[in-house]
C-alpha cells in the first residue's frame, strides 16, 4: 500500500501570507495526486489534479507542484475563504490520502 | 449542475447492516466511475470502494472487504453500498464520490454532501 505523509499538520498563518503544504509518497506515484479543500461539515472539492493541474473554478492562487514522491500545494496569498483543511489523495494504485493540515488563522 | 446525494445513514447496532444510496443527477451516471469515501469524526478521509463505469469492476479497501458490497443502478442513476457485519470503527460520514470524464484520471472530482452511519449499542 502507498501511504501519504503531508506536512505540517497545523499551519497557523495570515490573510496575505504564502503558504505551502508538502505531501510525501511512500513510493514513487508519478503525477497522479490530487489536492483536496474541506471546510467544517462539508464534503471536500477538489482543487488540483495530476500533480499541478487546476480544477475548473478554482481561484489561481492555488498551485501544485511535484512528481515522484515528494508534492506541494502553494497557496499564493491566503484569503479568508481558504481557513480549511487540505488533504492530498495519490491516485496511482487504488487511493490513499494525507492526514491533512489545517490552515488556521495565526 | 452535478448533484450527488446520499441517503440510508443512521443508528445501527454492532453486527448490524446498512445500506447506503447515491442518488446522482446533471450527468449522465453510467458514463462515469464512482466511490464511496468515509470520514470517521474528527479524523481524516479513507477510500472505501470503487466501482467502474459499467460495474464490471469493483475494488474495496482491505478494512470493509469482505463485509461491504458496492453496486450501481445506471437506469436508476443510482450508486449503493450494503454494509453488513458493522462494526464501531465503521462509523463515519459515507461519501458517495464521482471520477472525472477521462477515465485515465481517477481522481474525485464532484462529492456528495454525505450521510452519517453510527455504529453503537
Known amino acids: 500500500d502507498i501511504q501519504m505523509t503531508q506536512s505540517p499538520s497545523t499551519l497557523s498563518a495570515s490573510v496575505g501570507d504564502r503558504v505551502t503544504i508538502t505531501c510525501r509518497a511512500s513510493q514513487s506515484i508519478s503525477s497522479w495526486l490530487a489536492w483536496y479543500q474541506q471546510k467544517p461539515g462539508k464534503a471536500p472539492k477538489l482543487l488540483i489534479y495530476k500533480a499541478s493541474s487546476l480544477e475548473s473554478g478554482v481561484p489561481s492562487r492555488f498551485s501544485g507542484s511535484g512528481s515522484g514522491t515528494e508534492f506541494t500545494l502553494t497557496i499564493s496569498s491566503l484569503q479568508p475563504d481558504d481557513f480549511a483543511t487540505y488533504y492530498c489523495?495519490?491516485?496511482?494504485?487504488?487511493?490513499?490520502f494525507g492526514q491533512g493540515t489545517k490552515v488556521e488563522i495565526k | 449542475e452535478v448533484q450527488l446525494v446520499e441517503s440510508g445513514g443512521g443508528l445501527v447496532q454492532p453486527g448490524g447492516s446498512l445500506r447506503l444510496s447515491c442518488a446522482a443527477s446533471g450527468f449522465t451516471f453510467s458514463s462515469y466511475e464512482m466511490n464511496w469515501v468515509r470520514q470517521a469524526p474528527g479524523k481524516g478521509l479513507e477510500w472505501v470502494s470503487y466501482?467502474?463505469?459499467?460495474?464490471?469492476?469493483?475494488y474495496y479497501a482491505d478494512s470493509v472487504k469482505g463485509r461491504f458490497t458496492i453496486s450501481r443502478d445506471n437506469a436508476k442513476n443510482s450508486l449503493y453500498l450494503q454494509m453488513n457485519s458493522l462494526r464501531a470503527e465503521d462509523t463515519a460520514v459515507y461519501y458517495c464520490?464521482?471520477?472525472?470524464?477521462?477515465?485515465?484520471?481517477?481522481?474525485?472530482?464532484?462529492w456528495g454532501q454525505g450521510t452519517l452511519v453510527t455504529v453503537s449499542s
Open positions: 489523495q495519490q491516485y496511482n494504485s487504488f487511493w490513499t
Open positions: 464520490a464521482r471520477g472525472p470524464i477521462d477515465s485515465s484520471e481517477s481522481y474525485f472530482q464532484h
Open positions: 466501482i467502474s463505469s459499467s460495474g464490471s469492476t469493483i
